[in-house]
């Protein structure tokens, strides 16, 4: 789905309040910006990227012939966050957590590639650090273009704006799911306690159905009782949407975002589409 939206409180001359958001795919980025004092959505834009092999070195020539092409992107942001190509990442506790040690989380997890180091977003609120790997042929094409910007696993932006939309004196469990184009991410909380997160790939409506309902089964948790907030890439019609509802009772999609304001064109895409770029917001 081509996404381009502009609101007319959008103004180029003052890009230095605005912050960058970048969610970027092995063949796609979609874009956002948003005023940083007002919380104010402004524009929200997609790009399909050509990158017929799938593979790093593709995509950073598409990225670099976009960059050219892009006027927008060479002004001066007061804010740049991007988050990563999916990849494998671990979450580890912070107490447990050794940053010299922070290859070794990923050694079951990953084969020798073009993934040259290892990175960490640190969650502090949330006692965590997500652990992923990271191809330096793509972080030095992002940084040549935006030298003060900063990089994220996918997986963040989720967990601090799942745990953002939860209430302060909210009661109980809530599980999350996120759909992405290939991979369904999971979530539960406790109140604003973290209890799980795992993402999971997937083909199939079966798929996305076996895993929810095994993590209900793996924390004892009941589908008759413990409600189901769904985002990303999914609408109530949908196989994957009715084949859920038929297993879980109380199931909803994620309506409101507390960080975020949406003026008139952007009531054109439910929030919860783009919940993940989104929540760049909430990366410092």
């Known amino acids: 789905m081509s996404i381009n939206i502009i609101e007319s ?25 948003f005023d940083v004092g007002t919380q104010q959505a402004l524009l929200l834009k997609s790009v399909p990227l050509e990158n017929p092999q799938n593979n790093v070195q593709g995509l950073c ?14 002004y001066l942001f007061r804010r740049v966050r991007i ?34 180091y290892v990175q960490h977003d640190e969650l502090g609120d949330m006692g965590v650090n997500i652990v992923y790997p990271v191809a330096t042929e793509l972080v030095a094409t992002l940084k040549k273009q935006f030298p ?42 406790e109140k604003q306690n973290l209890l799980f997160f795992n993402a999971y790939p997937f083909q199939a409506t ?15 948790l009941s589908p008759a009782e413990i409600p ?8 109530a019609d949908s196989d994957i949407y009715r084949t859920l509802y038929r297993y879980v009772a109380d199931i909803r999609f994620l309506e409101e975002l507390p960080f975020l304001k949406f003026g008139r064109k952007f009531q054109e895409i439910p ?14």
């Open 83 to 116: 988050a990563l190509p999916s990849s494998v990442s671990a979450i580890v506790p912070a107490r447990l957590f050794n940053e010299a040690e922070r290859a070794t989380y990923l050694e079951e997890l990953i084969s020798d590639g073009p993934h040259s």
């Open 206 to 220: 079966s798929d996305v159905m076996y895993f929810v309902l095994l993590v209900y089964e793996q924390l004892n």
């Open 9 to 33: 409180e959008f103004n180029k001359k003052d890009s230095s309040a605005y912050q960058l958001s970048i969610l970027l795919g092995m063949d796609s980025l979609v874009y956002f910006l």
């Open 148 to 189: 003060t910007g900063k990089f994220f696993s996918p997986s963040t932006p989720l967990l601090l704006g799942f745990k953002k939309t939860i209430d302060i004196d909210e009661r109980g469990t809530t599980v999350f799911a996120y759909l992405a184009e290939d991979k369904v991410y999971i979530l539960a909380f």
């Open 61 to 74: 020539e598409s990225l670099k012939q976009f960059f050219g092409q892009e006027d927008l992107f060479s």
């Open 228 to 235: 189901l907030v769904l985002s990303g890439n999914i609408v």
């Open 271 to 284: 929030p919860y589409f783009n919940f993940n770029l989104y929540s760049l917001a909430l990366c410092k």
